[in-house]
């Protein structure tokens, strides 16, 4: 009686029947089946199939399904239970491109290696195509070397075809890039340029060569340079590989040097509680046209470095010769908590905002110390108008009704006013702008305010010439002026 083998007892399962279940066998009259599957001719590393390189392309499918592994094999990219091998020795240098396009399994891979002569153990990893999207490796075989060609099954014990596709192709162009930092460079800063080129051939890399668009050149792969003046720079750099392949890429180096500084810092020498003063901080910029943020600071005990944020303005400033400063105009009202400790210090900090100050340590600058004492009398004038003398705290008498500030004054021309002011009690109110003939350019009601100290911005009704100007601030019967000069 003929009794096959079960599947499970195949090679595949290195599963063997032992001597004692052949006896069994025997005594009861049954044979055994010596047709078992066989795994492939090229199954060992030992007996990889010869690949002919004069009759690319080539390609051979096989059925991987009773493939083994075996001692001393490596796996690089990826581990299989199921491998067969290739081998492959040309007598001249040629690029050779493998893949398993075409195989009955899915997730197939190939490894090639380079043979050192010490057989399986011995073997340099080359490159695999595990990680690659197509599925496929490219090398370079090199004449008088043998390689051999692992491939893989997806792990792990599977039945199916696998299929090894080799073919000569072109020679890989390498890929030069670079970067360099800082990437908005000044004529103060050395750039560093560091090479990011890739070569798919897997080669490396014997030469770069660098062009800085302004008649310098360098060589190696990370290199140092520096403008000597601003403008825009196309940079060059080319690769070379070790086997002679090249590649070149460009890019652009934008070197704007910016700069602005404080040059000017006005603040008043003393003050009083409820008191409102002008605070001037003048920026000097004499390269590009810059957007700039001053932010002001006072001082305070025990505060988080000493100061405290009271405001910042951000202000177009334009490129001035002759040291000539844009200014930065801030009202601040000193308080009764600047009374009780005597004194305020103001800290002015300036900011590029869109591009990098290459000399941050004149962006800032701090006042001497302004004294600070209790409330002052309050300035009126009662029926004041054009032509009137400005009242003084020295000669105002006690009221409420007061101008406390105009700012900024001096002012250009179109520019809002911006006015602090004292109403004494609820009900009509104006605030207006003559010039000296009388004539009003600005009016403003004021009697949705209501008593007490209020800053209201004034818009011009008529555009003023340059001159002198009053403003009137009237409640009732009762008027207060002062003057505030109108530049070009």
């Known amino acids: 009686m003929f009794v096959p083998i079960p599947e499970e007892l195949t090679a595949r399962k290195r599963f063997k029947l032992d001597l004692a279940a052949l006896t069994i066998l025997a005594l009861l009259g049954l044979s055994v089946s010596s047709a078992t599957a066989s795994p492939p001719s090229n199954d060992n590393f030992g007996d990889a199939a ?21 001692s001393g094999e490596s796996f690089y990219c990826n581990y299989s239970y199921q491998t067969i091998w290739y081998k492959l020795a040309p007598t001249t240098g040629t690029w050779l491109g493998a893949d398993t396009q075409g195989s009955g399994l899915f997730g197939t891979s190939v490894t090639v290696w380079r043979d050192t002569g010490s057989g399986i153990f011995g073997l340099n990893f080359i490159e695999c195509s595990y990680y690659n999207f197509n599925g496929s490796v490219l090398f370079l075989a090199q004449a008088g070397t043998t390689y051999y060609l692992q491939v893989l099954a997806p792990c792990c014990s599977v039945s199916g075809t696998v299929r090894i596709n080799v073919e000569q192709v072109p020679a890989p162009l390498p890929i030069a890039a670079f970067n360099f930092y800082p990437s908005d460079p000044s004529i103060f800063d050395t750039i560093q340029f560091s090479d990011y080129s890739t070569d798919p ?11 800085f668009g302004d008649g310098a050149t360098a060589t190696g792969s990370n290199v140092t340079h520096r403008y000597a003046a601003d403008g825009s720079y196309s940079v060059q750099l080319t690769v070379t590989t070790t086997d002679g392949r090249t590649a070149s890429t460009r890019d652009t180096v934008s070197v704007r040097t910016h700069d602005v500084a404080i040059t000017k810092f006005s603040t008043p020498q003393s003050a009083s509680a409820g ?26 005990p025990a505060g988080f470095g000493g100061f405290q944020s009271i405001g910042n303005l951000d202000q177009f400033v334009p490129v ?3 040291n000539r400063t844009t200014d930065f105009s ?4 000193f308080t009764d908590d600047d009374a009780g400790i005597g004194k305020v210090t103001f800290k002015a900090v300036a900011t590029i905002l869109y591009g990098r100050d290459v000399f941050p340590a004149d962006n800032e600058a701090i006042s001497s110390p302004v004294k600070v004492s209790g409330p002052g009398p ?19 008498p006690a009221a409420r009704l007061a101008l406390l500030g105009v700012a900024p004054n001096p002012a250009s021309v179109g520019v809002d006013l911006v006015v602090r ?33 209020h800053e209201t911005r004034v818009a011009w009704d ?22 505030v000069g109108i530049l070009r």
């Open 275 to 300: 008191q409102t003063r002008q605070i001037s901080v003048g920026i000097r910029n004499s390269r590009y046209p810059e957007t700039v943020r001053v932010e002001l600071d006072k001082s305070v």
């Open 421 to 453: 002011l004292s109403l004494p009690a609820e009900g009509a109110a104006t605030l207006q702008v003559l010039d000296i003939a009388g004539r009003v350019m600005a009016n403003r009601d004021l009697a949705s305010l209501g008593p007490g100290i």
């Open 50 to 70: 010869q690949i002919d390189l004069n009759a690319l392309p080539f390609g051979s499918t096989v059925d991987i399904t009773e493939a083994t592994t075996e």
């Open 330 to 333: 801030f009202s601040y009202t």
């Open 201 to 211: 051939g897997q080669q490396g890399f014997q030469s770069w060569a660098w062009d």
């Open 378 to 396: 309050v300035i009126v004038d009662r029926g004041a108008g054009p032509g009137a003398s400005p009242v003084t705290p020295e000669t105002a």
């Open 462 to 483: 008529r555009k003023p010439e340059p001159g002198i100007f009053w403003v009137r601030l009237t409640q009732r019967d009762q008027s207060v002026s002062t003057r």
């Open 320 to 322: 001035r010769p002759s």
